[in-house]
């Protein structure tokens, strides 16, 4: 079975300062994952996916994820914290079954960005 | 850009009755989710829809819920008996090809008095 693990319920950084959000994954076969941002009173909106194409994958509002099978990890980064960027964030990973792709959801980490 | 709209935004119901979540899913997806994110907690899994009928539900996903989709645009989640630990934030979402991201409503957030 699927699953993932954030570390770390809550990150502080500075703004301006490098943003790295954990993430491992658990799964027996080649891996869909994908990173969400939930901003208050939001739903859950799609910073980035990988697929299986290239191990580095970009997303919106600057962020990347590496993808790296030998630590089954796929952390989140972004070169410089910006205010806008408060908000909880959700590792995930899909779990295949028959007709159905659902989503596996790590614990999330609130990012908290320091003026 | 299409999205998942949901309403209500907010439904206060009194334990034990009926209560009916709306979804309306991006039009040409086919695969459809209902997760929920109880406070301070992780977004669970409750169920998935494709080909008009359940693929698969959760152990949360008991006699009390069911999901429809009964007009080809609408998809409902439907708690027939709420209780109090029914009280969480739903979320639909949908997708065109399975291993495609899932696209999310902003949610209806449940309150059982």
């Known amino acids: 079975a699927q699953s993932v693990t954030q570390l770390g319920s809550h990150v502080s950084v500075s703004e301006g300062a490098l943003v790295l959000l954990r993430c491992n994954y658990s799964?027996?076969?080649?891996?869909?994952l994908f990173w969400y941002v939930q901003y208050p009173n939001q739903g859950l909106q799609l910073l980035l996916k990988?697929?299986?194409?290239?191990?580095l994958v970009k997303g919106i509002n600057g962020f990347e994820a590496e993808f790296k099978k030998s630590e089954t990890s796929f952390h989140l980064t972004k070169p410089s914290a910006h205010m806008s960027d408060a908000a909880e964030y959700f590792c995930a990973v899909i779990s295949l079954g028959d007709s159905s792709y659902k989503l596996i959801f790590g614990s999330g980490t609130r990012l908290l960005v320091r003026p | 850009e299409p999205e998942v709209t949901q309403t209500p935004s907010h439904q206060v119901t009194q334990m034990g009755q009926e209560v009916i979540l709306r979804c309306v899913p991006i039009s040409n997806h086919l695969y459809f989710y209902w997760y929920r994110q109880i406070l301070g907690q992780k977004v669970e899994f409750l169920v998935s829809f494709y080909n008009n009928e359940i693929s698969e539900k959760s152990e949360i996903f008991d006699d009390q819920f069911s999901v429809e989709r009964p007009d080809g645009s609408n998809f409902t989640l439907k708690i027939r008996s709420t209780k109090l630990e029914d009280s969480a934030m739903y979320f639909c979402?949908?997708?065109?090809?399975?291993?495609?991201?899932?696209?999310f409503g902003d949610g209806t957030r449940l309150s059982i008095l």
């Open positions: 990988y697929t299986s194409a290239a191990t």
């Open positions: 979402a949908s997708s065109g090809v399975g291993n495609q991201p899932q696209h």
């Open positions: 799964s027996s076969v080649p891996p869909y």
